[in-house]
């Protein structure tokens, strides 16, 4: 994976900033949560896909959704969101590991418009659709899947749509990314809270109040304040307690060796249909992080003769 730079640094501290993913319990462990900073993740994913305001804010609540579940994870445990939509978004993958390594992308880049934006409300570029969490754990024979229809073209609210429809688990998220006047990400953080079975449905129903009228998460971060301050202060009537911190961030494992892997597993007759008309250089994009190989018509001639060889 290649990371890309931006020209201008997005906001003060960018290049001394470490992203976090906290997780804690609360309202005597009977609610269980995690939130996150993820600022440099999300910029990172922003330059490396090249995209604008609109496609950096729907993949970036993605990217935050993803990684807030992926605090259930251990060991090499990992997770993949998806969508599946009928409107100009398409869909979208995002991928997150127990390790903190979180990648993916939109399926439709850039996301056709008809007129300017006067709000942030996603669902008409949503349309009708499909949420889908698989999660492919170590110690599992298969992976599990769990899919719902989208009900509010809003990914907060149908990622706690899908755990209270497809797991009947009571779940809150907040998922927030801020741009500042010149259309910079500046912060973005997300939080999720999740009822265990001894919680009492007063205190369930006192904090799905508490997070809606939560203010922006983003806004909070990029002013400086951290992901346990936000817990500790708007949460503190619930004596909230964190048991854990990793690093999050935008990685993909993607390398010139795996791509050149996949070159020789095409058919030899589209190999050679390759070879003999190009383009050259061949530049193939790995499409969870926009890295883009390229290969000369000498190295495609090499491939070649390595599958007659064979």
Same mark, same amino acid.
């Given at each position: 994976?290649e990371?890309k730079?931006?020209?201008?640094?997005?906001f003060?501290n960018f290049?001394?900033?470490?992203?976090?993913?906290?997780?804690?319990?609360m309202?005597?462990?009977?609610i269980?949560?995690?939130?996150?900073?993820?600022?440099?993740?999300?910029?990172?994913?922003r330059?490396?896909?090249?995209?604008?305001i609109?496609?950096?804010?729907v993949?970036?609540?993605?990217?935050?959704?993803?990684?807030?579940?992926s605090?259930?994870?251990?060991?090499? /445990?990992?997770?993949?969101? +998806? &969508?599946?939509?009928?409107?100009?978004?398409?869909?979208?993958?995002?991928? @997150?590991? #127990?390790? !903190?390594?979180?990648?993916?992308?939109?399926?439709?880049?850039?996301?056709?418009?008809?007129?300017?934006?006067?709000?942030?409300?996603?669902s008409?570029?949503?349309?009708?659709?499909?949420?889908?969490?698989?999660?492919?754990l170590?110690?599992?024979k298969?992976?599990?899947t769990?899919?719902?229809?989208?009900?509010?073209?809003?990914l907060?609210k149908?990622?706690?749509?899908y755990?209270?429809?497809?797991?009947?688990?009571?779940t809150v998220?907040?998922?927030s990314?801020?741009f500042d006047?010149?259309?910079?990400?500046v912060g973005?953080?997300?939080?999720?809270?999740?009822?265990?079975?001894?919680?009492? /449905?007063?205190?369930?129903? +006192? &904090?799905?109040d508490q997070v809606?009228?939560?203010?922006?998460?983003?806004? @909070?971060l #990029?002013? !400086?304040?951290?992901?346990?301050?936000?817990?500790?202060?708007?949460?503190?009537?619930?004596?909230?307690r964190?048991?854990?911190?990793?690093?999050?961030?935008?990685?993909?494992?993607?390398?010139?060796?795996q791509?050149?892997?996949?070159?020789t597993?095409?058919?030899?007759?589209?190999?050679?249909?390759?070879q003999?008309?190009?383009?050259f250089?061949?530049?193939?994009?790995?499409?969870?992080?926009?890295?883009?190989?390229?290969?000369?018509?000498?190295?495609?001639d090499?491939?070649?003769?390595?599958?007659?060889?064979?």
């Amino acid at each position: 994976m290649e990371k890309k730079q931006p020209e201008t640094t997005p906001f003060a501290n960018f290049e001394t900033h470490t992203d976090g993913l906290h997780t804690f319990l609360m309202a005597d462990d009977t609610i269980r949560g995690a939130v996150l900073d993820g600022s440099r993740m999300i910029n990172q994913m922003r330059w490396n896909h090249e995209l604008g305001i609109l496609e950096t804010l729907v993949l970036g609540h993605a990217y935050l959704g993803a990684a807030l579940i992926s605090a259930s994870l251990k060991g090499r /445990d990992r997770m993949r969101l +998806q &969508i599946d939509c009928s409107g100009p978004i398409k869909g979208l993958l995002v991928e @997150a590991h #127990a390790a !903190g390594e979180v990648r993916g992308f939109l399926k439709n880049v850039p996301i056709p418009i008809e007129k300017p934006l006067t709000d942030f409300n996603l669902s008409p570029f949503f349309g009708a659709g499909f949420l889908s969490i698989t999660r492919i754990l170590e110690d599992a024979k298969q992976p599990f899947t769990g899919q719902v229809m989208m009900a509010h073209g809003n990914l907060a609210k149908d990622l706690a749509n899908y755990y209270l429809t497809s797991e009947q688990i009571p779940t809150v998220f907040n998922l927030s990314v801020k741009f500042d006047q010149h259309g910079r990400v500046v912060g973005a953080g997300g939080l999720y809270l999740q009822a265990m079975p001894d919680a009492e /449905d007063g205190v369930v129903r +006192q &904090i799905e109040d508490q997070v809606v009228a939560l203010p922006s998460i983003g806004t @909070a971060l #990029a002013d !400086g304040a951290t992901p346990q301050d936000l817990v500790a202060t708007q949460m503190k009537a619930f004596s909230p307690r964190f048991i854990d911190r990793r690093q999050i961030g935008f990685i993909c494992h993607c390398n010139r060796d795996q791509i050149r892997n996949l070159l020789t597993l095409m058919p030899i007759e589209e190999l050679k249909d390759i070879q003999e008309k190009g383009p050259f250089p061949l530049e193939i994009r790995c499409h969870h992080c926009n890295t883009a190989y390229s290969f000369d018509r000498e190295q495609i001639d090499r491939l070649v003769a390595t599958r007659f060889s064979d």
